[in-house]
């Protein structure tokens, strides 16, 4: 008879979150009684028939049936649905190529491992700076001040004036150094551009939007810390 | 010839636990206490355990007729003394002697032991030991495939063969851990259940054999 609190324990030392000394108290009382030494067995067939039974492509169609209505008609017959084993291999054979493949595994694993540390992965979330130029919240006589961070990307939203017939274009014009794009604003009359924070130098820059020939808007900007 | 292997000579000849006699003097009185069929009805305990460490079926036959040897014979030398040390006692055995298989220590011989081959046919086999790896294979695959739940068996494939911690896997799935612990409990009972039957079947196939027709598997892996 299996009590709750022997399936407690089951799956607390099948599940590995006993400690050592629990789980070797757990293995002698498994040993007392052959009722728990049965479901550890189950378990363990479990594990290693999935694992086997899996690793054929033929299997896992039947073992991962995407309906439920697959499923049921699976657990209505399921030996007749289940599809031919394989011839049976040698077992001692196996057995002795069995540490080379592991080992070869785990070489390749290793390698894979290493190959993805050294190679430049993309991280799933940038964050970012963004710097507003808005002469709209501050005097007009005032030069707005933006904190530039000392690296990583910013963004930079400068109001771009629509006119028919225009690709506007946007120039960070610094000392020694003019960065340019067209632009096309969003439904609010803002472009936003991105960049790299090391791209800019602090002090004083103008941003100049422009049509062609004609310049539509200059704002005077400071790059700070 | 009965051999074991080295660790498990030591071991389950030199260590003291709890229960076991110091001296050979104390011996015969004592391996009265135990009989050796206490130790044949412990075997699916051990046999159970050296699974979980090996996962090989055929290594875990030879291991744990390698402790019904080495434990057998420490009753009769008088090692083990009291009832109650025997599970602790077979327990240390089964380790030390999975550990000496995976550092492939040469085996040497424990002693003669005639009638120990009688000891291990005449068991009452576990019903896993009943079934051969591919049939192991097609009953796991049948408690797959009974489970009505597409996210049920994603748990299963999750947990048993792609090795994904259960944290994971609930936050996964979005199940809470009463919920995985039942899935996993109901597919384990489903392959306890498959496997108890499986026995009967074997069983009853046999019924209808003379016993001098039975096939006998167990053998020595030094023979």
Redesign the interface.
Known sequence: MISALDNHLLRAYLDGEMDEATAEAFEVLMIERPQLAELVDADTALQMGLKEALATPTAVSVAMPTTASTASASADAPAATAPPEPARQPHRPRRRLIPLLAAASLLLAAGVGLGRLWLPQPPDLVSTTLLSVDRMRGSVTDVPKLRLPTSGQIVLSVPVAARPGCAPRVRIVQPGATLQTTVTPDEYGFANLSLDATRLALGKTDIVVDCDTTQLALYQVEFVR | MLQGTADSAVSTGEDQMEGMADGREEADGQAAALAESDVV??L??????I??MT?????TNDLTQDVLIAVVMAIREGRIRQPEAL??Y??QSARHIVYAANRKLQPVTLGELPEQETLWQDRQK???EQ????E???????????????RD??L??GY??DGVG?AELMQRLQLSADQF?KV??R???R??DR?REKMQEARNGMEGLAPSALPTSARSRFE
């Open positions: 009805s412990r699916p305990g051990v046999r159970a355990l699974l979980r996962h090989d079926m055929h290594l599970a602790a077979m327990h576990t019903p896993l079934c051969e790896e591919d192991v294979r097609r009953l796991a695959r049948t408690v797959l495939a009974e489970l009505p739940v597409q068996r994603d299963l494939v048993y063969v259960k612990d996993i409990f597919a384990r009972t392959m306890r496997l």
